[in-house]
């Protein structure tokens, strides 16, 4: 495992410059060690000495997680506030120090406490994090403000890095142009604002292309007229740049992408004379030829829209896209691919009888390539009894993993929901830290 001299400083109690992570062990297996600490104690290990801090500061650490399989996988939802969570975040208690909570720290828990309980009275939305390595559920607390309503929330593959755009200001709900970047690795778990969208939007396409592209599209203004508008944002300069407008108008429509892929789709949607009624088709936006095609017979169900309830899903070279619909849905038959499709099968999942409600919002949990399959956290918008897989005792869950084995067998597995985060998300993303 190879550990840099930029992981190295001067330790605390230590002697000079370069001396080992862990006195008396070898650097290599010090490194072994750290980075199956879970990742709720990282900002507390950034505190023991300057090695520490310089080396959980690092992208190297983090993948090295990854190759030593110590990695964990974390879900970010954003929902409305409907309950009163103990003032932690995913970090730990940010008024915890290495040896225990301070008075500050304790007052300052006491006035996010209070804010809380402020947000959740007006309806405002919160930053859920749920770890599905360790079955933990934390909430994040921006430091930049308020969470825009029905904001899009997308995760930068493996950076460690979340992206907030766009959405509804929730005193004026006007759409915005804000963009917010939660920073879990180099930042140390800070927030900052980047550059905002060109155009304020909501209810709007967007997806992560080649991991440093960022693509929106469609969503409706501040008079709810759909928008044909598109932009694409480069995180490595922090700068957007506006495209070619899309042919229709389109609200309430999906983003999709690929690994492998530098095209960008932006499915169904709906324009400003005919609100509800969603389109069968979709436009591909090719960067190569700096345009847009349509693709028709992409999306049958005209009175769903397909944001939140589907999954891209890459397995080697072929391509997936996944619906998770009601059972109204299922009865409809599968429509014929047009061949431009990048996607090589449409599955539709047949939901647990534990999901009830409308169409559940649904992230990806898998990274590549996996041999043994893919899953796909699931959350419906309210919980029922028993189910699947259940054995009792599952009243009240929101929340589900669904493990799809390569031979197509399907297992729903309940997930442990608290009350205060089983809001049904506005947006969910999932990534790896």
Avoid at 102 to 122: L, S
Avoid at 369 to 377: A, I, S
Wanted: glycine share 12%; net charge negative.
């Amino acid at each position: 495992m190879e550990v840099t001299e930029k992981t190295k400083g001067r330790c605390a109690g230590g002697g000079g410059e370069g001396r080992a992570l862990i006195p008396g062990l070898p650097d290599e297996i010090a490194m072994e060690c750290l980075v199956r600490v879970s990742c709720q104690f990282h900002s507390n290990m950034k505190s023991v000495c300057h090695s520490w801090r310089s080396l959980i500061s690092s992208p190297l650490f983090y993948r090295e997680r990854i190759k030593s399989g110590a990695a964990e996988h974390l879900v970010c939802l954003i929902q409305p506030m409907t309950g009163f969570p103990p003032p932690d975040s995913i970090h730990g208690n940010q008024g915890d120090g290495v040896c225990g909570r301070t008075e500050a720290g304790v007052k300052k828990e006491e006035e996010e406490d209070e804010d809380d309980r402020r947000n959740q009275q007006q309806g405002q939305c919160g930053m859920s994090i749920y770890n599905e390595t360790r079955g933990t559920w934390h909430r994040i607390r921006p430091k930049v403000g308020r969470i825009p309503m029905f904001c899009q929330c997308l995760a930068l593959g493996s950076s460690g890095k979340l992206m907030l755009l766009g959405g509804w200001d929730p005193v004026t709900l006007e759409p915005v142009a804000d963009v917010y970047i939660l920073d879990l690795v180099s930042g140390g778990g800070r927030w900052r604002r980047a550059a905002p969208m060109s155009v304020p939007r909501s209810f709007f396409a967007c997806a992560v292309v080649s991991g440093t592209k960022v693509y929106v599209a469609g969503g409706h203004d501040d008079q709810k007229n759909a928008l044909r508008s598109a932009e694409v944002y480069d995180v490595e300069e922090d700068r957007w740049e506006m495209l070619p407008d899309m042919a229709e108008e389109r609200d309430e429509c999906q983003g999709l992408s690929w690994d492998g892929d530098s095209r960008f789709w932006v499915v169904s949607g709906y324009g400003t004379e005919r609100q509800g009624e969603f389109g069968s088709d979709a436009e591909c936006y090719d960067p190569e030829t700096g345009s847009w095609y349509k693709v028709e017979g992409v999306w049958p169900f005209s009175r769903t829209s397909p944001r939140g309830c589907t999954a891209a899903v890459s397995s080697g070279q072929q391509r997936q896209w996944w619906w998770f619909l009601g059972s109204e849905q299922e009865e409809q038959q599968q429509h014929e691919e047009a061949k431009e499709k990048p996607w090589k099968t449409v599955s539709t999942i047949k939901l647990s009888r534990s999901i009830i409600g409308t169409p559940p919002c649904v992230t990806n949990l898998a990274y590549g390539t996996r041999e043994d399959g893919h899953r796909v956290f699931v959350m419906s918008s309210r919980g029922g009894g028993g189910g699947d897989n259940c054995g009792g005792g599952c009243e009240g869950e929101t929340g589900f993993i669904m493990e799809r084995e390569r031979n197509g067998n399907t297992k729903w597995n309940h997930v442990h929901t608290p009350m205060e985060f089983s809001g049904f998300p506005f947006s969910a993303s999932s990534f790896i830290v």
